[in-house]
Each structure stands twice: as C-alpha cells, then as structure tokens.
C-alpha cells in the first residue's frame, strides 16, 4: 500500500512544491504555501479534473459519443449565430454582464462580507423565476429556513424602487407585456414556485441535481464552502476549490445552465483561492462599497462576453438593493451650497460616465509634517499633484495639511480627474468657490500641462445632459459644439486656474471676521 504524500500549494498560482517556502518559487508571495496530503490511492481528484464528472445516469452509448475526439473545422466555416442573451430584471447587472446573461457562462462574484452578494443574487433569482421555469439557489452556509427568513424580509427585492422598464425588458417569450410576476401582481421571493433551494456542501450531490433538475440558471453560494468527497484536504483549500470549480464548469457547458458563483475575498480584497479560479470562468464581477454608505458597485474586472471595468450602481435599503437610475445625482451635492475647494469632474467606468464632486480642504498643520488624507481618490495622485501646483505655480502647499474626498465615497482613479484636484485644492487654499455649473477634465503631467483623457464626448454629453454650462478641456482636440457647452481650451494649470478662479473673485470668509469671532 503506498504511502500517503504531504506537499505544499501556493493558494495564489497553485503550484506545488515537496516543500515549504517563505516565498513561493513561481509566483513570489509570501506566505501563501499551504500543506496538503496526497493518498496515492485515491486518484479520483485527478482523474475528476481530466475527464470532468461522468454522471452514473448516462448509458454508455452517450459516453462513448462524448469519448470520440472532435475534428477541427476552418474558422471561415463557423457560423455566426448570435446567442440570445437571458435578461436578469435589472438594468444594472445587465449592463454589467454585456447586456444580459449569456446561457452556459460562468459568473464569479466576490465582495466583503456583509456586502449584499447573497441579496444580490437572491433577488436576481427571485427575477429570473419570473421568467424562466426552473431556477436553483445552492446555499452551503443557510439552511432552507434561513433563506426562507431571508427571502421573507426582503419581500419583492427591489420592485417598488425599480427604474421603468424599457419595452423589451417588460415583454415575455410571447411578446406579451407583463408584470412583475407575470400575472398582474407582485409576488415575493418566499412564494415563488419555478424557484428552487438546496442547502447542501457536497460537490457530488450538487452535480446529481443539476444534471436532474437541469434548470437555466444556478446560484453557488459560495464555492469556498463546497467539498469533493475524494479530496482529502479541508473546504476552501487550493485543490478543493479548483476541483469542484472545474466539475461546475463541465456540468456548466454541457448542460448549458448558466452559474452564477460566489466567491469569498481575502483581506487585500482580492477572490480567495488559486488565480486559477478566476481563470476557469468567463466573468469576473466585485460587489464594493463603503460600509457606512448605502451604495453599492458591481464592478466588472473579466468578461468573456462584454466590456471590462463596466459599473452599475445599486442602492441598499430596509427591503434589499435598488437600482440606481442616475448614479451622477447620487455623487452631486446641492450646488446653490457651495462651499469654497469643491469642483466638478466627469469620470468614466467602462462606458458609463459619472459627474462626481470632489471636496479639497487646505489648512494650517499642527504637525511637524503635515497630514495628507484621501477619501475615494488615489493618494499617490493627491502627492503629486500638490507637488506640480508648488513647483509649477508657486502655491506653496508642502508645509500644509491637505483633504481630499470625493461625494459619496465613489473611487475616483482615474487621471481625468487630476484638474478637477488641482482646482479644489487651489479653490480651498485661496478660499475660493468654483463655478457650480463648470466641470473639469483633464490629466495633469509632471511640467504642469494639461494632457487629453480618452471618451471626451462621452463625458461632455453627461455634463451637459444635467444641466452644466461650462466645461475646462484640455487642449488639442475638436470638441461637439451643439452640446449647449461653453468648452474652454486649456494647455496648463495655471491656465486652468485662472478661468476657474478668476482673481478679482473676493474670499468667501473674512480673515478679519474671523479673528473678532
């Protein structure tokens, strides 16, 4: 009898070493070798990851059809046939996934927990039975009384808050036009018949109810909770993960039952488990947000199917999450209330375009080096933005504390939003107020000029759509003139700030009321 074999894997890349490293030898991270023991007589992991999961109820006619390799054909020969996409009942997800849900795919998503993922989805199953006679909900860490208690709360998901739907959205299979659940009236998650739960954690009875039940779409919640009977290791470690991942996506594509996967995040923020996991699967989707704000982002990072680094915005509330209809009102303050270092940017995720206001707060430091603090924009971006209006326009800003957030918590990385920072700062350190009908887009470079950001129009149509009459542009470029946009051109900061902040503007506080307070 052969003896069992302990061995090391990177949790990150997934390979193997006999022995334990710092380092990992392939990928270089630190610390993410795991011990695993490997019983030479049970093979069934390996064989399970080559030939995928055979179902005991297949004859052998069907396996030894599936056997017979398949011939190459020429590319020019290959049909095109437009898939039909399943929609999901939000516009948001959709948007996200390219426009709907392609039949067969495999969607990854990962969040902190408490996020909303399991919300998310159960909502979306809860729209999708609306539509669709079989949908299955596999839960490894509720039981079928808590998904219930859960479904119960949420009610109708996100129905009296939903956006009006487009017609093509509010038609069925018929062409009829239709309600929320078909029939005129709404109906709640708890009560759904084509909607099906399984609370279960073994990888091989999930596979048998699949292949019985067959329905068009099936949640995973979540696959670092699952386990392969035949592998040794514990759930959530690197072999079991990539396993029962593999054995989902062959009964996945054979059976052509779309999976919707959720995945637990480490304390970086990134999918737990081997990089292999994000490989497998088609789409890749995060669920972020700020735990004191009540917005939410689905964010795409990988689609087979679609564009990456597309948005959609949602807005969690006592019944569930919401669709957001227009997420630049939710990032905009009032603007009869400005206050002195805000201004206007338009930043752009995937092909949606947001206005964002950025608030800057410059003062006097009581440290011996001052503080510098972000909220939803890059620090390093802050630093040297400071550094560019010091050097190239003489505001001396080193010796200063200087804020920096954008409304509502909504990341802003991007470098189109460089001007918009530097004309906050420069507002706030002259206590200044910026035109509240005036955006400002534009990179800036380390010389202090103003450099062109790609899908201009894009953002100018949005600016002018909620009602902006100015916009600050770099220079270099032929801008749309039947926006209603007074466009100016700039090619350097200091250019920039004078159109901005005109000089003959006085200070919005006193310095002498100040000092009789």
């Known amino acids: 009898m052969a003896k069992t074999k302990t061995v090391y894997i990177c949790n990150v890349c997934a390979s193997e070493s006999l022995q334990w490293f710092g380092k990992c030898p392939t990928c270089d991270t630190y610390g993410s070798l795991e011990e695993q023991v490997i019983n030479p007589n049970n093979n069934v992991g390996a064989s399970f990851s080559r030939a995928g999961w055979q179902s005991k109820t297949r004859n052998n006619s069907q396996r030894e059809t599936e056997a017979k390799p398949r011939a190459s054909v020429k590319f020019s020969d290959i049909?095109?046939?437009?898939?039909?996409?399943?929609?999901?009942?939000?516009?948001?997800?959709?948007?996200?996934?390219?426009?709907?849900?392609?039949?067969?795919?495999?969607?990854?998503?990962?969040?902190?927990?408490?996020?909303?993922?399991?919300?998310?989805?159960?909502?979306?199953?809860?729209?999708?039975?609306?539509?669709?006679?079989?949908?299955?909900?596999?839960?490894?860490?509720?039981s079928g009384q808590q998904i219930k208690l859960r479904a119960t709360r949420l009610q109708v998901g996100a129905l009296h808050h939903q956006?009006?739907?487009?017609?093509?959205?509010?038609?069925?299979?018929?062409?009829?036009?239709?309600?929320?659940?078909?029939?005129?009236?709404?109906?709640?998650?708890?009560?759904?018949?084509?909607?099906?739960?399984?609370?279960?954690?073994?990888?091989?009875?999930?596979?048998?109810?699949?292949?019985?039940?067959?329905?068009?779409?099936a949640i995973i919640d979540s696959i670092q909770?699952?386990?392969?009977?035949?592998?040794?290791?514990?759930?959530?470690?690197?072999?079991?993960?990539?396993e029962c991942t593999s054995a989902l996506m062959q009964v996945a594509k054979r059976e052509s039952i779309t999976l919707f996967i959720v995945g637990h995040v480490t304390k970086e923020g990134a999918i737990a488990?081997?990089?292999?996991?994000e490989h497998l699967v088609d789409t890749?989707?995060?669920f972020e947000g700020d735990r004191y704000a009540s917005h939410r982002l689905l964010r795409s990072v990988k689609n087979r199917f679609g564009a990456t680094h597309e948005i959609g915005i949602f807005e969690m509330v006592d019944h569930g999450l919401v669709e957001v209809s227009n997420p630049s009102e939710l990032f905009l303050s009032s603007r009869d209330e400005q206050a002195p270092g805000t201004a206007t940017i338009v930043s752009c995720e995937g092909t949606r375009s947001i206005v964002v206001e950025l608030q800057a707060l410059v003062s006097p430091t009581s440290y011996t080096s001052?503080?510098?603090?972000?909220?939803?924009?890059?620090?390093?971006?802050?630093?040297?933005?400071?550094?560019?209006?010091?050097?190239?326009?003489?505001?001396?800003?080193?010796?200063?504390?200087a804020y920096m957030a954008?409304?509502?918590?909504?990341?802003?990385?991007?470098?189109?939003?460089?001007?918009?920072?530097?004309?906050?700062?420069?507002?706030?350190?002259?206590?200044?107020?910026?035109?509240?009908?005036?955006?400002?887009?534009?990179?800036?470079?380390?010389?202090?000029?103003?450099?062109?950001?790609?899908?201009?129009?894009?953002?100018?149509?949005e600016a002018a759509k909620l009602g902006f009459r100015r916009a600050i542009v770099p220079k270099g470029q032929t801008y749309p003139s039947d926006l209603g946009l007074d466009i100016v051109t700039v090619g350097r900061v200091i250019d920039a700030i004078v159109v901005a902040i005109p000089n003959n503007q006085q200070p919005v506080t006193d310095p002498e009321e100040e000092m009789e307070g």
């Open 406 to 461: 954008s409304a509502g918590g909504l990341g802003v990385e991007e470098p189109a939003a460089d001007l918009g920072m530097a004309i906050a700062l420069v507002a706030s350190f002259r206590d200044r107020v910026v035109d509240p009908r005036t955006v400002l887009i534009g990179e800036i470079g380390l010389g202090g000029q103003v450099r062109l950001v790609s899908q201009m129009e894009l953002r100018l149509k």
């Open 225 to 242: 909770t699952l386990h392969f009977s035949s592998i040794t290791s514990a759930p959530g470690s690197v072999s079991q993960v990539r």
């Open 163 to 217: 956006p009006q739907e487009s017609e093509q959205h509010k038609q069925n299979g018929n062409g009829k036009k239709t309600t929320e659940n078909g029939t005129g009236k709404a109906q709640t998650i708890a009560s759904q018949p084509n909607l099906y739960v399984m609370p279960e954690t073994d990888l091989e009875e999930i596979l048998k109810e699949l292949e019985s039940l067959k329905p068009q779409v």
């Open 284 to 286: 890749v989707l995060y």
């Open 79 to 142: 049909t095109e046939e437009e898939q039909p996409r399943i929609e999901s009942g939000y516009h948001e997800l959709d948007r996200v996934l390219g426009g709907g849900i392609v039949p067969g795919s495999l969607v990854l998503i990962g969040g902190d927990p408490g996020i909303g993922k399991s919300t998310l989805l159960l909502q979306t199953a809860n729209q999708l039975s609306l539509r669709l006679p079989r949908i299955l909900y596999v839960s490894a860490e509720e």
């Open 273 to 277: 488990g081997p990089r292999v996991l």
């Open 370 to 401: 001052p503080r510098r603090s972000t909220t939803g924009v890059d620090y390093n971006r802050l630093q040297q933005i400071l550094a560019v209006l010091e050097k190239r326009v003489g505001i001396p800003l080193s010796k200063l504390d």
